[in-house]
């Protein structure tokens, strides 16, 4: 029996354990099915380490190349920190925008811009990236794309990084009072 391409698997699963107890398994950067007759994720592009409120949006780009005879077999799916469950499902054709699935986190749902085209002229890529708006701490970790079809699929991994100011507190001050018999009282 000859293949018709090569099988290479990268992944590294690690067990993480979430605050809630629940197992989270992260997967390294990606799986890949190399050859000239699968689909194949290219490069996945986040922005670099960006200040909180620095931008009005972001862009997560998980570019990948369809070969001609898997077209209109395509599923494209996005994850969220070792979520087993894709907070994101985008089938290509008839016009359909990708659809929201009820994930573990809720706070990624309102921030999702659903009409975002990355390639309005190629309708099998038109949605292959997220659009986040208004970024917020809570949505800076590990986003996953896998795409698949009938009979391969692939997936890519890359890290948003979110950081906040630094606010300094004042130091407490402290009271010493000191009594005649020697005695301190500190307040504060």
Request: glycine share 8%; charged share 25%.
């Given at each position: 029996?000859?293949l018709?391409?090569?099988?290479?698997?990268l992944?590294?699963?690690?067990?993480?354990?979430d605050s809630v107890?629940k197992?989270l398994?992260l997967?390294s950067?990606?799986n890949l099915?190399?050859g000239?007759?699968?689909?194949?994720?290219r490069?996945i592009?986040a922005?670099?380490p960006?200040e909180l409120?620095?931008?009005?949006e972001?862009?997560?780009?998980?570019?990948?190349?369809?070969?001609?005879?898997?077209r209109?077999?395509?599923?494209?799916?996005?994850?969220?920190?070792?979520d087993?469950?894709p907070?994101?499902?985008w089938?290509p054709?008839?016009g359909?925008?990708?659809?929201l699935?009820?994930s573990?986190y809720?706070?990624i749902?309102?921030?999702?811009?659903?009409?975002?085209?990355?390639?309005?002229d190629?309708e099998q890529?038109?949605f292959r990236?997220l659009k986040i708006?208004q970024p917020?701490?809570?949505?800076a970790?590990?986003y996953?794309?896998?795409?698949?079809?009938?009979?391969?699929?692939?997936i890519?991994?890359e890290?948003l990084?979110?950081?906040?100011?630094t606010?300094?507190?004042?130091?407490?001050?402290?009271l010493s009072l000191?009594?005649?018999?020697?005695?301190v009282k500190?307040?504060?």
């Open positions: 029996m000859k018709s391409h090569a099988c290479v698997i992944l590294d699963l690690k067990s993480q354990t107890g197992n398994f997967h950067k990606r099915f190399i000239k007759n699968a689909v194949e994720i490069d592009v922005p670099p960006l409120g620095s931008l009005d972001v862009v997560i780009d998980c570019d990948y190349e369809l070969p001609e005879a898997e209109g077999q395509l599923e494209m799916k996005w994850y969220f920190n070792g087993p469950s907070f994101l499902q089938i054709g008839g359909r925008r990708p659809q699935i009820t573990s809720p706070a749902e309102s921030h999702i811009d659903l009409d975002f085209q990355i390639a309005e190629n890529e038109a990236a708006m917020t701490i809570d949505l970790g590990d996953l794309c896998k795409v698949s079809t009938f009979e391969n699929e692939d890519g991994q890290s990084i979110i950081y906040g100011k606010i300094a507190r004042p130091r407490e001050k402290k000191h009594h005649p018999r020697n005695h500190t307040f504060g």
